[in-house]
Every structure is written in C-alpha cells, then in structure tokens.
C-alpha cells in the first residue's frame, strides 16, 4: 500500500494511453534482447567489458533510426572526435 500511496502521482495509465505512450517494460525488454542478447550470446562467444560496450554502443547506433548517420556527418565535419 505505500508503495501506490506514494507514487499514483506516476500512474496515470489512462493519459499514458492515451498519448501511445508504453505502460509496459515490453519495449525495453524487447530493445534489450535485439540489441544485447542476440549479438552478445552467441555460441561460444566470450566478451570483455570493453569490447561489449564498444560493440553495443555501435549496434545501438546502427539500429536507430538516422544515429549512425548523424555520427558519421559529425565525425567528417570534426565536431566529434574518435577515441582510438
């Protein structure tokens, strides 16, 4: 009970609704599994956390739509620098 008496401020599903808002972690579940598991745990895959995040942030990137192509414009025009 305290956890919905101090936080029905936040649930307002109906208004959420009603914007096409998610009320569900679905999405984020499905993000999860299309970015992270489907690339990270193939069969006999092993990963450091640095190669993982350089991975992730990458497909992440690749799999928003026009990110990639607003890295790379800023990339070419020197207003982003790459850490190699």
Not at 55 to 68: M, P, V
């Amino acid at each position: 009970m305290s956890y919905f008496t101090n936080n029905h401020q936040l649930m307002n599903y109906h208004q959420a609704l009603k914007r096409h808002w998610p009320i569900g972690s679905g999405v984020t579940e499905a993000a999860c599994k299309t970015l992270v598991k489907q690339r990270l745990c193939g069969s006999g895959m092993r990963w450091k956390a640095t190669g993982a995040e350089v991975l992730l942030t990458t497909r992440a990137l690749i799999q928003s739509k026009g990110r990639w192509e607003q890295l790379w414009s800023e990339f070419m025009t020197g207003k982003v620098e790459a850490n190699l």
